[in-house]
């Protein structure tokens, strides 16, 4: 895990600006035709550029690849040798004088790579440097290996995803060490290929195809997070709400929905996700032996179904209750997932079982919830073993209570197993305890908005008590302003007091997860703070109070001590070290403890 205090950030310099250049209709000149030459013309190939291959001795001196690309007419080589130049000049400075030709004669030319370096067994850097200035004084970038000054640009260690089909995807990875170990940047990138998923480049393509069959508005690429609101969904909206209504619904699906799941996605369940139409549960699987029974006069009769309220934890697989590990690994015949439950967890359900996942997109949640309750009842009475999988504990803002009385009025006593509920475990693995001797005495757990998008009444400020907000972050600024304006009480808005505005808050995203992060500061600089750090990781939640600093670094357990309000100003201060002269400051906390690796 890794830490960091900062105010907004300070350039540190040293790194590249990574960009994806699209190539189309433009030229790419390789000025060499070895083996590099021909990655780098494949590279090029492979953006849709156009490619020319300038080498000395033409298609005799170039490997067999280059060779076979001129034949296949996928690039076209031309010899150094043969272009018109100065009939007085000689050896580089006729190649140089050929090159400035083309240069001026050839237009669309975008970038240069040059790959041949050596000339008679040695590196000639008087010849690259006449190449470079030749380039850079036409605008055009250049690439000159093993020379890192006369390059504008540096090629980053690349993977292309596949599909299931070996086609390859529109994903792309790419590992830069900036010349800082070149072979160790493949090693990284091999890592990294190795450790996702074999789906996400089919994944990739089934989002494509979503947004391809959903408006042509894009999301802005400005907005931080998924979960902004957007209007329920309702007959009469217009084409601009329904466009806007169906890329929200992308995002949240790109965001919250497992790779497997997404590169799986047949076009109807494509047209299901932007239409909202329902697919059928199908019928109990064969291999399940168990959903009927043997009557004593042989007759085979049909099982009654049940229905299972599951607790998946914060997102850790390995806090998993045993009770729910066995309902979906022995039990279930279909999952009904919500949309927060990581694919980790999900990946342990049997192949056998189908799974599927709410649609509580913004503007669509009660649509979602009612869907899933009714495909719960529909394949329960047709004998299935239904398990419908919740984030956290089912009864903690899970809405597992109007579940239990839906499927009661419809003949299915559900069990409700408990889980671990995010409310506690985030800030633990966060190093935050909601109660804590001399800090907190108490914690109180709320929600950041209502039903169908409504504004709660807050809770209002207790020195010794420790506020827990999930499903706000979202709404970060209307939330804050609440909790510190003076005016939110007698409007109804909170009850009890203002917080004071140094009061330290803590932000826990995908808190359990790999890529858990912590946005610690106060309340009057976290909206800033989080303006600061870019894309929002959902799901996100809230800690307010004390507890947020008790235990960093050597730890603070006076708060509660008498006078201890006098001194919060400074406690603050200890807590995020570096406070620049606009009182900005914030601390940044990546990834899970080391010790969480063994689990």
Not at 136 to 152: E, K, Q, S, Y
Not at 325 to 335: D, E, I, Q, Y
Request: glycine fraction near 10%; include cysteine.
């Amino acid at each position: 895990m890794t830490n960091a205090a900062v105010g907004y950030p300070n350039p540190q310099g040293g790194a590249s600006l990574l960009l994806a250049f699209r190539l189309q209709s433009s030229i790419t000149l390789v000025l060499g035709s070895g083996p590099l030459a021909a990655s780098r013309a494949f590279a090029a190939l492979d953006a849709d550029s156009k490619v020319v291959i300038l080498a000395t001795g033409g298609l005799t001196s170039a490997c067999e690849e280059v060779k076979w690309r001129a034949e296949q007419g996928q690039l076209t080589l031309i010899d150094w040798d043969t272009l018109p130049g100065s009939s007085t000049s000689s050896g580089d400075d006729k190649l140089l004088e050929a090159l400035e030709s083309y240069l001026i004669s050839t237009s669309d030319i975008r970038l240069v790579c040059m790959t041949d370096t050596l000339i008679g067994g040695r590196r000639n850097r008087v010849f690259s440097e006449k190449v470079y200035q030749t380039c850079r004084a036409r605008n055009i970038p250049v690439n000159t290996t093993d020379m890192p000054d006369l390059c504008d640009f540096t090629f980053a260690s690349t993977h292309r995803f596949e599909d299931a089909s070996g086609n390859a995807t529109s994903l792309q990875i790419g590992v830069t060490t900036n010349g800082q170990g070149c072979r160790l940047a493949g090693r990284i990138r091999r890592d990294i290929v190795s450790r996702l998923s074999k789906d996400v480049g089919g994944a990739v393509q089934r989002v494509g195809r979503m947004q391809d069959e959903g408006d042509e508005l894009e999301e802005n690429s400005r907005v931080s997070t998924p979960n902004r609101p957007v209007p329920s969904r309702s007959t009469s909206e217009t084409d601009a709400e329904s466009s806007k209504r169906r890329i929200k619904w992308v995002a949240q699906v790109s965001e919250y929905w497992p790779i497997s799941k997404l590169a799986q996605m047949s076009d109807a369940e494509i047209e299901e996700v932007l239409d909202g139409e329902r697919i059928p549960v199908p019928s109990p699987p064969h291999e399940h032996s168990e959903s009927v029974l043997p009557s004593i006069h042989s007759l085979v009769l049909p099982r009654k179904g049940r229905i299972l309220l599951v607790g998946s934890g914060p997102g850790h697989p390995s806090l998993l209750t045993l009770a729910t590990h066995t309902a979906l690994t022995k039990m279930a015949h279909l999952v009904l997932s919500d949309k927060l439950v990581p694919d980790v967890v999900l990946a342990l359900i049997p192949k056998t079982v189908q799974i599927r996942i709410a649609k509580k997109f913004p503007g669509n949640a009660e649509g979602a919830q009612m869907e899933m309750m009714e495909a719960a009842v529909e394949a329960a009475q047709r004998g299935l073993t239904v398990v419908r999988l919740k984030q956290g504990d089912p009864v903690v803002y899970g809405r597992a209570g109007e579940e239990v009385l839906y499927f009661r009025s419809h003949g299915f006593e559900p069990v409700v197993i408990p889980g671990v509920s995010s409310a506690l475990a985030a800030p633990t693995f966060a190093g935050i305890p909601v109660t804590q001797r001399g800090v907190a005495e108490s914690f109180i757990v709320c929600t950041g908005v209502g039903r169908k998008g409504k504004d709660v009444q807050l809770p209002g400020y207790e020195r010794a008590r420790t506020l827990v907000i999930l499903m706000g972050v979202a709404r970060l600024p209307a939330v804050i302003q609440v909790l510190m304006d003076e005016q939110a009480q007698e409007r109804g808005r909170r009850d009890g007091k203002a917080y004071p505005p140094h009061t330290p808050i803590a932000i826990i995203e995908r808190a359990s997860m790999p890529d858990q992060r912590v946005i610690s500061s106060t309340l009057k600089d976290i909206v800033r703070a989080m303006d600061s750090i870019g894309e929002q990781r959902p799901p996100g939640m809230m800690i307010i109070g004390w507890g947020v600093l008790a235990l960093w670094g050597e730890g603070d357990v006076g708060v509660l001590d008498e006078g201890g309000e006098g001194m919060d100003e400074e406690r603050v201060g200890r807590w995020l070290k570096g406070r620049d002269k606009m009182g900005v400051a914030w601390r940044i906390s990546e990834g899970l403890d080391s010790g969480w690796e063994v689990f």
